[in-house]
Nanobody, 122 residues
């Protein structure tokens, strides 16, 4: 089992920045690829970004390319999502997830955090 806990959400103005963190506990963090997803009310949870266990592969959905950066620190059991130039449409609950490969769909991930709310005001 892997337990994941996100933090760093909050209210930010459009154009601002926010860094999300996700701390893992339980099994060896470096064994897992990590992903970030987001969800708004009434919508499906959508892929945002993913990173391989050794950071050599990173993936982003098109809408966040050039604005968001995923990274990880295996010594700290933490994955980050640096979000810059935030837009109101980035408002969502952000979830981190752990899986075997850095996939872009939910079925690649076995473990999920509880989510952290990010609200971007215009």
């Amino acid at each position: 089992q892997v337990q994941l806990e996100e933090s760093g959400g909050g209210l930010v103005q459009a154009g601002g920045s926010r860094r999300l963190s996700c701390v893992a506990s339980g099994r060896t963090f470096a064994d897992y690829a990590m992903g970030w997803f987001r969800q708004t009310p009434g919508e499906a949870r959508e892929f945002v970004s993913a990173i391989s266990w050794n950071s050599d592969i990173t993936k982003y959905t098109d809408s966040v390319k050039g604005r968001f950066t995923i990274s990880r620190d295996n010594a700290m059991n933490t994955v980050y999502l640096q979000m810059n130039n935030l837009k109101p449409e980035d408002t969502a609950v952000y979830y981190c997830a752990a899986g075997n490969v850095p996939g872009q769909t939910r079925n690649y991930y076995d473990y999920w955090g509880q989510g952290t709310q990010v609200t971007v005001s215009s």
